[in-house]
């Protein structure tokens, strides 16, 4: 995908879960890409070092800082890296998250230390690094940007998955209440909730037939896909949107549960309308 023209030159941005080749990656050479010196951290020194030097080897202004985000200690150096940074503090992304296998399963079996881990993987890493980067662009009197990376779940329903879901939905309460707080101060916070993405580690089934009956659009999304939004919520274009939260997602959030996988409506019987119904596509 090309990538549109967006000047952030002389901004520093911190992406956080920026290693793996992911859509934390996809997301740090977007912004890179656009000018903005990026504090890529990762937890993993072989998901991020390796792509780091990448980046670096194309000219783009990434540096490279090992730190775990969970930690208090981490994010003290997450932010101590974005101090030292050349350019303007202002923009910040969290894509740190995930849902392990281990914890899916009916929300009639979900350990009390499941639950527990799944809000501290996916909202504790989000909510206390923005509190400490929206704390450090007070203090410095800037104007800013937060971007959650969110999820599907955490707008609908999540089946099997119940820990996941609640805690990408107590993001979303998050970003809209930070929002409101920082509004004055001129610091956006909004979220984007991608549907299924094709990732290195992610599992998703590539049967042409089940994505047509799951997705609207018939595909899975590419981390580019989710990049490209991120981009937008940090860069001047959205200056007026604040709170919100763009769900990506191929039209899954959307898909009526009465549609068959040709997204005609399965109860209708009547053969000749539903004929008509397919050639009006």
């Known amino acids: 995908m090309e990538q549109p023209k967006v000047d952030l030159s002389g901004r520093v941005v911190v992406v956080s879960g920026a290693g793996g080749g992911g859509i934390g990656s996809a997301i740090t050479r977007w912004v890179a890409g656009a000018g903005a010196t990026v504090i890529a951290v990762d937890v993993k020194a072989e998901r991020l070092l390796p792509q780091v030097e990448s980046w670096q080897a194309e000219g783009l202004a990434v540096t490279a800082v090992l730190a775990d985000v969970l930690a208090e200690e981490g994010i003290a ?29 009916p929300a009639t079996r979900l350990k009390r230390q499941d639950w527990h881990a799944l809000f501290q993987l996916n909202l504790d890493s989000m909510f206390f690094l923005s509190q400490a980067f929206a704390r450090e662009l007070c203090q410095q009197k800037k104007p800013g940007a ?15 998955n119940v820990g996941y879901g609640a805690s990408k939905a107590a993001m979303h309460s998050v970003v809209q209440t930070m929002a409101l707080e920082l509004a004055a101060s001129n610091i956006r916070v909004n979220a984007i909730a991608p549907g299924p993405v ?34 937008f919520l940090l860069s001047p274009w959205s200056s007026f949107m604040t709170g919100q939260c763009l769900l990506v997602d191929g039209g899954c959030n959307i898909k009526w549960c009465h549609l068959s996988d040709d997204n005609l409506p399965m109860f209708l019987k009547n053969a000749s309308v539903r004929e008509a119904l397919k050639g009006s596509k």
């Open 77 to 105: 150096t997450v932010i101590e890296a974005a101090r030292r940074a050349a350019g303007s503090l202002y923009g910040l992304v969290t894509v740190v998250g995930g849902g392990p296998p281990p914890t899916w399963g």
């Open 198 to 231: 094709a990732t290195p580690t992610a599992s998703l089934a590539d049967d042409p037939d089940l994505l047509r009956r799951g997705i609207p659009m018939g595909r899975h999304g590419d981390v580019d896909e989710i990049a490209g939004p991120a981009l």
């Open 146 to 160: 937060i971007v959650a990376i969110s999820s599907l779940n955490g707008a609908t329903s999540s089946p099997f």
